[in-house]
């Protein structure tokens, strides 16, 4: 990093953590949404600038969304880098284990196709992707007529919250959990009832993941204006949350230990940065450059109060990690 490796040094002087340095990540035209996201994930070892050219350029050839020039999505990206890691390691884990298969049993005849007896189903490979970052909501849906509910798993990587103006992250779970009334058009089949019925449907936590990775919809499709807004409204995000809209209606707390932060009025322009939190310390990434920041500069990236504000520095995807799991941040 040159001056800014010297100047972040200094500024960390004897608490500079021992055999850890901190890289910043070269752009290559609108490649920040990439690099802010990178920061997060990867390791520091060295101070220095490293140029993700090859990473950038497998990037573009896996998925044509990310080839243009054009400024891109920091969440679509970080949904793509999961979804395309548990694709390798679960490729790897095949491969793997057909290395292992190579020799045939000494008795085929007692033994399935599928190399699992008495109809066991394959168990899915759970990966430190799925580990680390992966929870499990429950869709639940209660019929109006005969009580009964309907319950419906499904996982997540992260979840996208809806944000209203000077609200919080808190706040934001407690409507992404409300109870909806379903009726009119929109009524549920029962099948207990064999017929539609008017029902309420709520969203609740079953399995809370040791990552939670909350994304705030800052870009929202406005019909009048006939293209997507970006929202700057102000949503405050604790330092520490207690997540409460769990099935087992237990608080569950996590701590803040990185933002991706987006800069600009609008979707389809701007530049993002990240926030990280490491041995205690608060560190700013932009690009190729990695400064010491205050932890009450935390709060300068919440939003705006007010529509039209000079303030374009906003909170886009929080990273929360669950208390008490020997985290070294």
Known sequence: MGATGSKLEKALGDQFPEGERYFGLENFGNTCYCNSVLQITSQKKKTGVIAPKRFVQRLKKQNELFRSYMHQDAHEFLNFLLNELVDILEKEAQAAKSDQETSPPSDPGNVPKNGLANGTKKEPLVTWVHKNFQGILTNETRCLRCETVTARDETFFDLSLDIEQNSSITSC?????????????????????????????????????????????????????????????????????????TVEDADVEYSLFAVVVHVGSGPNHGHYVSLVKSHNHWLFFDDENVEMIDESAVQTFFGSAQEYSSNTDHGYILFYESLGSGNGN
């Open 173 to 245: 779970l407690k409507n992404f959990s409300s109870t909806e009334t379903l009726n009119a058009e929109d009524k549920f089949f029962c099948d207990k009832c064999c017929s539609l019925q008017e029902a309420q449907k709520r969203m609740k936590i079953k399995k809370p993941p040791h990552i939670l990775v909350i994304h705030l919809k800052r870009f929202k499709y406005i019909e009048q204006l006939g293209r997507n807004k970006k929202l700057s409204y102000r949503v405050v995000f604790p330092l520490e949350l207690k997540l409460g809209n």
